[in-house]
């Protein structure tokens, strides 16, 4: 049995999801002989990698110790296009008249369905990564932390599996931004933003960068007062200027504000609203 692992909201979607990607009712094989490749993770790179060499014909052997599909299918690339997809449609209702299209007034928008929809999606889509499949293609699923014992080892669920080669494919994680009362005043991540079940009316995004911009986008289509803090000096400063500037003045038409050269100072909590104090540099 897998460590019982919940995915808020607890709804019917989430419920699939969960039973996927990391079924608690789920048995580890019992190892045999050696596997010609164990692969620790089972985000995008590993469910390929293990795909592959199972495909292929190697014994390959699949470790994750939390969800399967990794950050793209439950935090990541489906959720906000499932979200991004939704916004869009707003803003099309509430621009329909340039088409021609007259919407009559009381139209009703319902947030909480936009994210059910969201989480109906990606539970469906879940069953491409989920332990069954995988299963199916001849790899040997472990639910469970893996650790190495040795050159050729790895202990995972209280067994030791031996190996010929092992592919490390454990991806990355945002950091802990060290800004005071952040943490206090439970800021909302990319891992916790689609939990969400309610429209906030004001949203602050720390960063321009491709995640901050679409997030920012779309909740403000959604109909949050969105304000984005960047530290250098425009959006999106990795990307080419002139890319830069027209998905600001696209932005910026959608209602979000933008707040360059912006260092964060700390965090206040005011009662349910959280304040944000920053400096503009050169300003003092």
Known sequence: MSEQVTVLPGDEYNQTLVNNVH???WVNPEPTGTYNLVVIGAGTAGLVTAAIAAGVGAKVALIEKHLMGGDCLNVGCVPSNGIIR??????????????GVHIPPGVKYDFGAAMARMRRLRAHISHTDSAHRYKSLGVDVFIGEGRFTGSDAIEVGGMTLRFKKAAICTGARAVTLPIPGLQEAGAYTNET??????????????????????????????????????QECRILP??????????EQAMTRDGVQFLCEAGINQI????????????????G
């Open 23 to 25: 079924p608690h009712d």
């Open 86 to 99: 939704a916004s869009r449609a707003w803003a099309e209702v509430r621009n329909a008249e340039e088409f």
């Open 193 to 230: 933003i689609f939990t969400l079940t309610e429209l906030q009316p004001r949203l602050g995004v720390i960063g321009a960068g491709p995640i901050g911009c679409e997030l920012a986008q779309a909740f403000a289509r959604f109909g949050s007062q969105v304000t984005v803090f960047e």
């Open 238 to 247: 990795r990307e080419d200027p002139d890319a830069g500037r027209v998905v």
């Open 268 to 283: 206040t909590t005011r009662g349910t609203e959280k304040v944000i104090h920053y400096t503009r540099y050169g300003q």
